[in-house]
Each structure stands twice: as C-alpha cells, then as structure tokens.
C-alpha cells in the first residue's frame, strides 16, 4: 500500500466519506487497463 495513498484514504474516512478505499496497485497500473474507471 502507498504512503500517500492510504493516507489520503485515511483522511477522507475522517471527513465522513465512508465509501473511500485504496488500491493496492499503483496508479501507473491502474491508469494502464481502460476498463478501470478514471476521472479527469
């Protein structure tokens, strides 16, 4: 898991957004299949 990442999930967690979750794979990973979702 990413520092960065989960700490960004982490903070939002604390904000209330429940729904938040990590990746485990990087964002290079997750950007390179284009059936994953991504918003701009």
Not at 8 to 33: C, H, P, Q, V
């Amino acid at each position: 898991m990413g520092i960065r990442s989960g700490y960004a999930t982490m903070i939002l967690r604390a904000g209330g957004f429940e729904n938040a979750k990590n990746y485990e794979g990087s964002i290079y990973e997750w950007s390179g299949d284009k059936t994953m979702p991504m918003e701009k």
